[in-house]
């Protein structure tokens, strides 16, 4: 069965690092990228990044950028997002995504997703 | 940077009904659409990509058109398992959701 398993909740302090994993199993990991949606409490979802697993190589939204950092370790067949100082809008539902391609010509949608992981943080 | 807008943002209907859920786009997007649908408490699932392909295992009762700068995704004969609230995705450039249409039973 494929499938993306991401890990549980976290409740951190506003300045805290963390670092959420995605661990892939049914498929080859580097055959697909991993994305990363953001979903803040009652709110829609919002496009963090992706990761070419084969190459390591992550992009992300504008929005996003600097903010987090998308990693991935091949031959446990995990993705992973994480903050360096994380504050209290963060706080949030982070769910990981396995597309086909970068490319929309060869994009088939998001098409696993992980149960999501749910990030708070407060003083 | 590309904007999705949904209508309605909240629709009522009954079991059995056909709805119609509309997408608009900021910039032309081509076919570049996706749809998701999402349950309270649940990760989004697909429904539907490159605006009208169906997702495998997906029911036929889903359907999507448009291209250019609108999209409508369409529901017919309303099932209870459809009550949820759906999105649309735009991958024309970067990847961009719908602010999503909450679809309630009447």
């Known amino acids: 069965e494929v499938q993306l398993v991401q890990s549980g909740a976290e409740v951190k302090k506003p300045g805290e690092s963390l670092k959420i994993s995605c661990k892939a199993s049914?498929?080859?990991?580097?055959?697909?990228?991993i994305a990363w949606v953001r979903q803040m409490p009652g709110k829609g979802l919002e496009w963090i990044g992706l990761i070419y697993p084969y190459y390591s190589d992550a992009r992300y939204s504008p929005s996003f950028q600097g903010q987090v950092t998308i990693s991935v370790d091949k031959s446990i067949s995990t993705a992973y997002l994480q903050w360096s100082s994380l504050g209290a809008s963060d706080t949030a539902i982070y769910y990981c995504?396995?597309?086909?391609?970068?490319?929309?010509?060869?994009?088939?949608?998001?098409?696993?997703w992980g149960q999501g992981t749910t990030v708070t943080v407060s003083s | 940077d590309i904007q999705l807008t949904q209508s309605p943002s909240t629709l009522s209907a009954s079991v059995g009904d056909r709805v119609t859920i509309t997408c608009r786009s900021s910039q032309y997007i081509s076919s570049w659409v996706a749809w998701y649908q999402q349950k309270p408490g649940k990760a989004p699932t697909l429904l539907i990509f490159?605006?009208?392909t169906l997702q495998s295992g997906v029911p036929s009762r889903f359907s999507g058109s448009g291209s250019g700068t609108e999209f409508t995704l369409t529901i017919s004969n309303l099932q209870p398992d459809d009550f949820a609230t759906y999105y649309c995705q735009q991958y024309y450039t970067y990847y961009t959701f719908g602010p999503g249409t909450k679809l309630e039973i009447k």
């Open positions: 995504a396995r597309l086909s391609d970068n490319n929309p010509s060869a994009y088939y949608g998001m098409d696993v």
């Open positions: 490159k605006a009208s």
């Open positions: 049914g498929y080859t990991f580097t055959s697909y990228l």
